[in-house]
C-alpha cells in the first residue's frame, strides 16, 4: 500500500513536465509542484511540525493550500482542515479540542483565526499559507509518513442535515 506522497513522488518521476495543477491563470508541473511541496515541508519542519503533529488549516481552494497539505502528508503530520467561514467560537472550539501545534491561515481570517486559536489553545503558534509555501529549501525531505498514519482530520458539528 503506497501513501499519497509516495504515490505523487512515483508520478513526479514519470511525468515531471508536464502539467499537475491549473488554477486561475497559473499551471504547476508536477515538478514544480514538488518543488512547492518540499519548500512547504522544509518550512513546516523548521516551525517543529513532524510526525503526527496536528496542524489546524483554513483550507481555501488555492495551490498554496494544497501545496501545504501535500507537505503535511508527508512529513507525516495531521492536516486539520477547518472551514475558512467558521466562527471565532468554533475555531476557539476545533483548537481546545485537538491542541494543534501549528495553525495556517491567510490574510482574510488572520484576525479571527488569531482570536479563536489564542483563546483555545495557548501553545499554537499561527502562521501565513503564503509564508509556508515561499520558505524553506526546495530539497525534497524524507517520507516519514506511513500508510497506517492519520493523514487528515475534518471537525464537524457532527450532523448531517
Not at 475555531?91 to 486559536?117: I, N, Y
Not at 483563546?119 to 517520507?143: C, F, K, W
Request: aromatic share 6%; net charge negative.
Amino acid at each position: 500500500m503506497n501513501t499519497i506522497p509516495a504515490l505523487f513522488d512515483n508520478a513526479v518521476e514519470h511525468a515531471g513536465n508536464q502539467i499537475w495543477l491549473r488554477f486561475e491563470d497559473s499551471t504547476f508541473t508536477y515538478e514544480e509542484a514538488a518543488e512547492c511541496i518540499a519548500g512547504a515541508a522544509s518550512a513546516l519542519a523548521d516551525l517543529g511540525v513532524g510526525h503526527a503533529s496536528h496542524v489546524l488549516v483554513t483550507a481555501r481552494n488555492s495551490p498554496e493550500y494544497l501545496f501545504t497539505w501535500l507537505a503535511l502528508m508527508r512529513s507525516g503530520a495531521v492536516f486539520i482542515a477547518v472551514n475558512p467561514k467558521s466562527t471565532v467560537d468554533e475555531l476557539r472550539g476545533f483548537a481546545h479540542q485537538v491542541r494543534p501545534r501549528l495553525v495556517v491561515t491567510d490574510g482574510e481570517l488572520l484576525a479571527s483565526v488569531k482570536e479563536g486559536v489564542d483563546q483555545g489553545s495557548a501553545g499554537s503558534h499561527v502562521v501565513m499559507v503564503d509564508d509556508i509555501t515561499s520558505e524553506g529549501s526546495t530539497e525534497t525531505p524524507p517520507l516519514t509518513a506511513g500508510p497506517d498514519d492519520i493523514a487528515v482530520m475534518i471537525p464537524t458539528s457532527g450532523t448531517t442535515g
